[in-house]
């Protein structure tokens, strides 16, 4: 008997769970009956009848926690159908882990019809202790007429039921999308497989399915659309599985759409045909002199001797060193997410095939669709999980400000940042002059700060702004990412101005009509006067919260005045206080603003008491201009826990508001709109509405006594 895996805890059974994130590409843990899952990752297709990598050498030493296989094939043979019935699938073949089985629809497609019933596939992956089984979809080839597909994502979606029925308690099932490569068909083939429930359960898994074709044909822009399309109407609590998908090329542009597992036979077909994967494409050993790339299994060996070997060596050879190239994508794409760059990743993998680079520009545009198009309203909502502010350098790139964490900042500074209401001499009205600051790299604080001083002195109603690579800012977010962190050489920043592209624009803001002067910075050390540098940090401060927590500036301006700021040693504001209260802290690494206690009572103080109850369905709300810091209300068995000072879990919120940013402050109230806890969300209104395990809010500090 093997020893398997350790069942995750009854309660979690079957639960999605987010652990990490950059928008919409996530690092998740799928609680099963053999362990827990961390995902993204990859499934190899394990054929019970060639095994051209154990099982269990994919487990110890390639560190695979799960494989598919086909639960029809096993079925078919009677032998494995009787072991597997005695014994159970995790005994037949050696594997401790996780266990996904197919049911014969990939068959189907290849082979025609298939044998076994709708409710006897799904009856025999119970009874052999698969994990995550499949039900029998029908499979939309994208030859097919749009009537056939139709029919299949209607006979797909109204066997559903029987399978969940069938599946019982114990299996986990997946719930395969269909559609070809008609959107509107991805997204009701999408709907209404989520929506399918028998007792309260419904699938666990949802595979984008039909799409083999496309990738064997490279026409990776149509399986994008899909991937988007299908993606639109899936809620966030499902993990997403790309069916057929092994090449670890295309892993990052996936993983950043939202996929969340993969399985592929590549590893072992592409060695069977003399072929070895890279994270680049694929490369043909029959006249290589050296390797393109490396492993530890082609180490030891030139492609000459490789090629001398006899087959079913050279084939076990290369399929382990398929197998690591792919597990060494999957660990850069796990690490991208974690360190917010997967969207970078993705991009400078496009550029290793001209149909994806296609595919990845297509991607980028799809926001352009609208919302009426699914591949719009994907694409919205990925720019809108993002968290604008990040600390990491940002490198320049053609793509860069199509970064969706860079529209979602670009975006939030164009809606909500607004000019001063008065002036550093405490003059008011509009500004008498336009300056913009340029020729310099960041710190521009540094580079910029005398002849800021200067030219506020000589006129203290001028509107200053920063050039920036990705276009204008105010300078009193000189220090905001992503603005201040674009890594590039003064020839990565244009010339001219090109003002059209930039998110801050001076017709939008009625500038143009004023006088506009550009300053370069000055070696002056002219001393800014105290006056003027109190005034720059209050204004930083309105803006940040104007901007990052969607304050109204005259609310921030009623909040900060009278503040006074202690600076750090080199002169920058750490902690904004009134009267000795801290109410933030500006953060120093990536130009947010923290809330301390009671900055998040004075804005709690100004808003309307009615707490969010529900969770809304108007994504549009997301980019309102300034609906007030975004609020989460919980229930109340968590509020003592919260109160003290404990995070938010899944599955207590009751209730949030739709603009709540990932990453941003939020408060946290009770039902009555009493402030609970104020801290950083980590999820969007539609994650906290279906999310059941996990963290909510990261609580900085709970606000009962
Ligand atoms: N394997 C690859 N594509 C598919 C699909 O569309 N459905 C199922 N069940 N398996 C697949």
Redesign the pocket.
Known sequence: MIEESPPCRPQDFGKFEIVDRDGAARIGKIHTNHGILTTPTLLPVVNPNILTVEPREMWDKFGFRALITNSYVIWKHEKLREKALEEGVHELLNFPGVIMT??G??QSYVYGDVEVGIEEIVEFQRDIGVDIG?ML?V?GRPDMTREEIEAAVDTTANRANASLSSAGEKLLLNG?I?GGTHQDLRAESSSRMAASEVGGRGFSVH?I????PLMETQRYSDLFSVILSSMSALPSDRPVHI??CGHPLLFPLCIALGADLFDSAAYALFAKDGRILSEEGTHRIDSAVEWPVSSRYLEDYTPREVREMDKKSRTALLARHNLEVTQRELSRCREAIRNGSIWNLAERRSHASPHLRKAFKQVLEAIQDGPEIPSGRRMASIISSTDPVRPSSEPFSEDVSKRPHIIHAGTLLENRWKLPGSWWDGSTGPPSSVVILHGSNPPWRTAYGSVVAEILQDEPKTAIFVKTPLGLIPYSLEDLSPWCRIEGNDDSIPGDPNLKESYIRLDRLSLDKIPLEYRIASDSDIMMKNEIRAWLDRCSTVDRLAVLCGVKPSDGCRITDGMNVRHSKTGRPVNVLSKDRHLFSPRLNDGGISLALEGAKAIHSLMDIQPPLGFSNHQENHLQTHPGIARVTIHSDAIPFVGAGRNVMHGFVIGADEWITVGQPCLVVDENGTLVAHGNSNSTMHEMSVLRKGVAVRIREGALP
């Open positions: 197919d049911s629809t990939f499949t979809d499979f395969p269909q595979p399915g039909g799409i083999v069916f057929g």
